[in-house]
């Protein structure tokens, strides 16, 4: 397995909300891309981790990716220990991504900010030859930030106008996940994705 893109995210469907567009037009380009769901998202509050297997799946098609794997750490306590980069960095070394996209350092889920911390350091261990871990040592050429959220000004942006309706089914195959609206009078996030 050697990928071109590989993209990692704390929970299934982040990938797909903030840099979706972006793999299927890498893989419409020809590029070999991956997807690195940290958690099985098991503490959201709709959906199983079984359920949530079968969308991520699912969505893991429309963006015709190469390859989609759970790393195992425990939703809702993503954090960058020792454990953790160790078992992301053998997975690097693995895949061995030219490019990696990691979630942006600043989010409102503690765990979107911990995994930008964990990718990047997991990305920096697989690099070091004396680490106990199978496999050549690899380090990504490249680390991109992305983002779902406004107010972080972008360094660039990718223009996903052709893959936009394709990515907006990989969204939507997170049944247990997405309405149409969040129906909450009060809600703050109304807007068409689930408020969590
Ligand atoms: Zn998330």
């Known amino acids: ?42 503490m959201g509050t709709r959906g199983t981790p079984e359920i949530r297997a079968r969308e991520a799946a699912k969505a893991a098609k ?28 053998q997975v690097i070394r693995e895949a061995r991504p030219k490019t990696v996209i990691l979630p942006y350092w600043e989010a409102r889920h503690p765990d979107h900010y911990h995994a930008s911390e964990l990718g990047y ?17 690899h380090r990504p050429h490249k680390i991109l930030y992305c983002t779902s959220f406004e107010g972080m000004p972008p ?12 990515r907006r089914k ?10 149409r609206s969040c129906r909450r009078s009060r809600c703050r996030w109304r807007t068409w994705w689930s408020c969590r």
């Open 121 to 137: 350091e997991g990305c920096f261990l697989a690099g070091l030859k004396q680490l106990p871990l199978e496999g050549e040592p």
């Open 1 to 42: 397995m050697r990928l071109d893109v590989l993209a990692i995210a704390a929970h299934p469907d982040d990938v797909e909300l903030t840099c979706g567009g972006t793999l299927l037009k890498m893989a419409r380009m020809g590029y070999k891309t991956g997807i690195l769901d940290l958690t099985a998202g098991e």
């Open 155 to 166: 360094t660039f942006i990718v223009d996903i106008t052709r893959e936009y309706e394709t």
């Open 62 to 89: 429309f963006l015709r990716v190469a390859w989609r794997g759970t790393l195992g750490v425990p939703d809702s306590d993503v954090q960058a220990t020792r454990a953790h980069k160790m078992r992301l960095a």
């Open 170 to 179: 990989a969204i939507l195959a997170y049944g247990s996940q997405f309405r």
